[in-house]
């Protein structure tokens, strides 16, 4: 219910919350097999910008670019997000990655500067799972790009945005992903 109220106030990105944790469980398939961590890793891509119920409308909806005043605002939602998840039971996994999805491998993300393996496994997958998704779909900014053109984004930023080994997921599930973007698929099973 908190995924379906995030996008539905996010209108522009429709079943975003559904296809990146979808997709991001094809890649973590790769990394456990074990289903309570894939539940965890499942729940905090469903949930990642929870934390954007928070940001004020003019601020999350603005059809143009961002003051950085207003980006500052913006980058608050994982840590709220990490608030509101971190208090459901069972959830502890989950809030993590939500807190993390905007950290990159090289450590210039944010709200913690991490860096590798500080950065929890499911958030790894997840940033690229988001990077393919935000590229292959519509935004009111800009038009989607295809399969390939995020694909060589992703590989462009192996090592500094994205962990090598979950780019290398990425790349020996491309057939699959490939076909989820085209039919902009949101549903699977654990």
Do not use: N
Request: with cysteine; net charge negative.
């Amino acid at each position: 219910m908190l995924a379906e109220l995030l996008d539905a106030r996010e209108r522009e990105t429709g079943l975003h919350s559904k296809r990146v944790a979808c997709h991001t469980l094809v890649l973590a398939r790769h990394f456990s097999r074990d289903l309570a961590v894939l539940r965890q890793i499942h729940f905090g891509a469903l949930l990642h910008d929870i934390g954007k119920i928070a940001i004020p409308d003019a601020i999350l909806l603005k059809p143009g670019p961002l003051t950085p005043e207003e980006w500052a605002v913006m980058r608050t939602h994982p840590e709220t997000g990490y608030r509101v998840v971190s208090e459901i039971p069972e959830m502890g996994a989950a809030a993590e990655i939500i807190l993390s999805h905007q950290e990159r491998h090289d450590g210039t993300g944010y709200p913690h500067g991490l860096a590798g393996g500080a950065i929890p496994l499911g958030a790894r997958l997840f940033a690229i799972i988001d990077t393919l998704d935000a590229m292959t779909s519509d935004r009111p900014y800009r038009k989607a790009r295809g399969y390939d053109a995020a694909k060589a984004e992703i590989l462009r930023l192996s090592g500094t945005q994205f962990d090598p080994h979950a780019v290398e997921a990425f790349l020996a599930e491309e057939t699959t992903l490939r076909q989820m973007v085209d039919l902009k698929c949101h549903e699977t099973s654990l």
